[in-house]
T-cell receptor
Framework: EAGVAQSPRYKIIEKRQSVAFWCNPI?????LYWYQQILGQGPKLLIQ????????DSQLPKDRFSAERLKGVDSTLKIQPAKLEDSAVYLCASSLGTLGYEQYFGPGTRLTVT | GQQVMQIPQYQHVQEGEDFTTYCNSS?????IQWYKQRPGGHPVFLIQ?????EVKKQKRLTFQFGEAKKNSSLHITATQTTDVGTYFCAGLRYSTLTFGKGTMLLVSP
């Protein structure tokens, strides 16, 4: 079974530029998550999708971050414009459902904003 | 909002010593999950605890969920160098999982 795929693996941009990340979850997984993990901290949930609907985006900085999962499969996360404090690893995860299912994480995208 | 705290932040042990990390939530949880993240890697699911007072074992790892469903612990008996990594607890409330900051474990041979 293929795991969660993410691209790119690394990205370096200057502040005020825009960037997009892509995630393809495990086949059949209805729930998809985007997390931000700053060095030395735990993953922080940015947004959670159930199929193509948003379950929780309470911690998504909506003035600069956006995410979509139009066909209920793969997803993109965008940052525009980026700030220095956005430097982090962006992890995508998927699970069969929302309640009490283990989450499978992708390898992450390491973003550096200079 | 919901907060999940873990202690200690960091622990360095000699191979063969035991290790324990503790997790506390500010609110009652539906369940708690534990993940392990190796250096440079991504979190990998270890286990889920659902019932009040539940205890589960995986070889040398013992997981406990508190009676009030607000705290949990992970105990590793006789650590090995392969146990190196950061251990995260994550508490589920409603449909949102909140991760603690993790405990980084270093094991010296």
């Amino acid at each position: 079974e293929a795991g969660v795929a993410q691209s790119p693996r690394y990205k370096i941009i200057e502040k005020r530029q825009s960037v997009a990340f892509w995630c393809n979850p495990i086949s059949g997984h209805a729930t998809l998550y985007w997390y931000q993990q700053i060095l030395g901290q735990g993953p922080k949930l940015l947004i959670q999708f159930q199929n193509n609907g948003v379950v929780d985006d309470s911690q998504l900085p909506k003035d600069r971050f956006s995410a979509e999962r139009l066909k209920g499969v793969d997803s993109t996360l965008k940052i525009q414009p980026a700030k220095l404090e956005d430097s982090a690893v962006y992890l995508c995860a998927s699970s069969l459902g929302t309640l009490g299912y283990e989450q499978y994480f992708g390898p992450g995208t390491r973003l550096t904003v200079t | 909002g919901q907060q999940v705290m873990q202690i200690p932040q960091y622990q360095h042990v000699q191979e063969g010593e035991d290790f324990t990390t503790y997790c506390n939530s500010s609110t009652t949880l539906s369940n708690i999950q534990w993940y392990k993240q190796r250096p440079g890697g991504h979190p990998v699911f270890l286990i889920q605890l659902v019932k009040s007072g539940e205890v589960k074992k995986q070889k040398r790892l013992t997981f406990q969920f508190g009676e009030a469903k607000k705290n949990s612990s992970l105990h590793i008996t006789a650590t090995q160098t392969t146990d190196v990594g950061t251990y995260f607890c994550a508490g589920l409330r409603y449909s949102t999982l909140t991760f603690g900051k993790g405990t980084m474990l270093l094991v010296s041979p």
